[in-house]
């Protein structure tokens, strides 16, 4: 399938992150020699060389910033198209052709962007390596069908939403310069105290040593507790992951998803009437419209019609290899269809969300003593945002009774 695109960008985040490696190494370097410079003292090493080359490591780190931030807040749209067959997609932008490969594919979603006066769908690729490629599309068809042919779909796997904007990236300048201060502030004071405690000699000299190294360990708190909501939207329900927490709410316990406006929170409603909010500062609000848009996508999928049939799949206390001799004599000629079940039953259940996690992994169960293969279950494994759930039926499929059981009990 080859669909042709209004534009074609890159972000490179795989460079820009790079580059930002690159200047905090620097940053370690000038550090550690205006740290050798105060242990020397006014000897001429300390008070002329080493201060001297702390300025080209320093100035080293200020231009890999700059660059950081350049290469990952410059993207250039160039026409273009994208063909998907089923090792991958292939991307022509001009006269350059790149191959990506479906298993560097971390995720695909389809968000309304304003461009002008106009809403235009654009299809957000996530690689396994951060670099996003956003392909723009004239009508709402053809970019569904991106998403549907990469497998992100409703009934596919998994899709997941960063909410952070692209101009976010620049908050990390004053966090680095703030947790610079912060440590610079506690060495002084930590110099302060040592001198009086141990004399002048030892101790300054290692406090300025820890410097670089406290100042990075800073900056990596810091950019973790303002680190920007991750949303994923599956098949049986929405995990929400923020600085320190990961909240999963089950598909059968969302109730209904408002939002005023674009610009206001989203809101999961639940059925015992408490909420989810998915909000933030400097928060991609064309991103969250698609959050809430994918999830009533989701919610509205294929329920189990069979509901009077999900007891069959329980274990009754069973232990599992029981529990799969109980469901084989059960799927036997006539004692199954007396049971008035299916395999197209066992699917559907091994696919609802609003079946319990033990139901669901009867009717996995129960689809592997049919003679079902076990990448069937696999497939709907990878639409699970629940990682015990997905631990489970993934140890049905690789037959591990004992994986089963632990899986089991953590649901």
Same mark, same amino acid.
């Given at each position: ?6 534009? !074609? ?30 242990? @020397? ?53 001009? /006269? ?49 069908? !991106?998403?549907? %042919? !990469? ?34 502030? !506690? ?102 419209? %698609? ?49 008035? /079940? ?12 609003? /079946? ?51 899986? @089991?009990?953590?649901?």
């Amino acid at each position: 399938m080859i669909l042709q695109c209004n534009g !074609l960008s890159w972000g490179r985040a795989r460079i820009s992150r790079g580059l930002s490696h690159g200047a905090k190494v620097s940053f370690v370097l000038g550090m550690l020699f205006i740290a050798a410079a105060m242990a @020397l003292g006014d000897r001429m090493l300390g008070a002329t060389i080493l201060p001297a080359l702390a300025t080209l490591p320093g100035l080293a780190s200020i231009g890999l910033l700059i660059g950081s931030f350049a290469t990952w807040l410059t993207r250039g749209w160039v026409p273009g198209s994208v063909e998907v067959g089923p090792a991958g997609i292939v991307v022509r932008r001009g /006269a350059k052709e790149r191959t990506v490969d479906r298993t560097e594919i971390a995720s695909a979603v389809l968000v309304a962007r304003p461009i002008g006066a106009a809403m235009i769908d654009t299809v957000e690729i996530t690689l396994a390596s951060g670099d996003l490629l956003t392909v723009r599309f004239a009508e709402h068809a053809p970019a569904l069908a !991106l998403v549907d %042919a !990469l497998g992100f779909g409703p009934g596919g796997k998994p899709v997941s939403f960063e909410l952070a904007t692209p101009a976010r990236r620049l908050i990390h300048a004053p966090i680095s310069y703030g947790a610079y201060m912060i440590v610079n502030m !506690l060495s002084v004071v930590g110099g302060a105290v040592a001198s009086a405690s141990f004399g002048e000699r030892f101790f300054p000299a290692g406090i300025y040593v820890l410097m670089p190294i406290a100042t990075l360990l800073t900056y990596q708190l810091l950019r973790r507790v303002i680190r920007p909501l991750r949303v994923t939207v599956g098949e049986d329900g929405v995990v929400v992951q923020s600085a320190f927490a990961r909240r999963f709410v089950a598909r059968q316990d969302i109730a209904t998803v408002t939002q005023i406006n674009p610009s206001s929170a989203l809101v999961i409603l639940k059925r015992d009437g408490r909420g989810e909010r998915i909000a933030g500062v400097l928060t991609d609000v064309h991103r969250r419209v %698609a959050i809430g848009r994918t999830i009533v996508e989701r919610l509205g999928g294929a329920r189990a019609n069979v509901p009077d049939r999900r007891p069959l799949f329980e274990s009754g206390g069973r232990p599992v290899p029981e529990w799969r001799t109980h469901l084989a004599r059960m799927m036997e000629d006539g004692s199954y269809r007396t049971a008035g /079940a299916s395999v197209d039953d066992a699917a559907a259940i091994v696919r609802s969300a609003h /079946a319990t996690p033990e139901q669901r992994v009867g009717a996995a169960l129960a689809l592997r003593v049919a003679g079902e293969p076990p990448e069937r279950i696999r497939v709907v494994a990878e639409t699970n945002v629940d990682d015990r759930m997905r631990e489970a039926l993934e140890a049905v499929a690789d037959g591990d009774d004992e994986r089963v059981e632990r899986a @089991l009990r953590r649901v």
